[in-house]
């Protein structure tokens, strides 16, 4: 990856179920919604984040490519709402916005 690229595998994606336990089947159409995804590589200009982090970011604005018959997407560091890590200190909630 080159300066601030970020390489992520999006989380599985499949039927949900809201709060109040309704099933929400993966076709139904939402609104805009924010997605999370781990990052597989990263540039060398990436501050923030590093490889197995979940990052959160809008799936409407991104740039998917084929490796080796795995779909990715790539992204700038930018263009990520949130991070969600363990590699933090305890004590630390290890998401932040």
Do not use: C
């Amino acid at each position: 990856m080159l300066n601030d690229r970020i390489l992520v595998k999006v989380d599985a994606e499949g039927d949900r179920r809201s709060t109040g336990g309704i099933l929400i089947p993966a076709t139904a159409q939402m609104g805009r919604r924010l997605a999370w995804a781990e990052v597989r590589a990263k540039g060398p200009n990436v501050r923030a984040v590093e490889e197995g982090d979940h990052v959160l970011f809008n799936p409407e604005e991104v740039y998917e490519v084929e490796v080796r018959g795995d779909t990715f997407i790539i992204l700038r560091e930018r263009d990520i709402h949130a991070l969600a890590s363990e590699r933090l200190e305890a004590g630390h909630t290890g998401l932040y916005l």
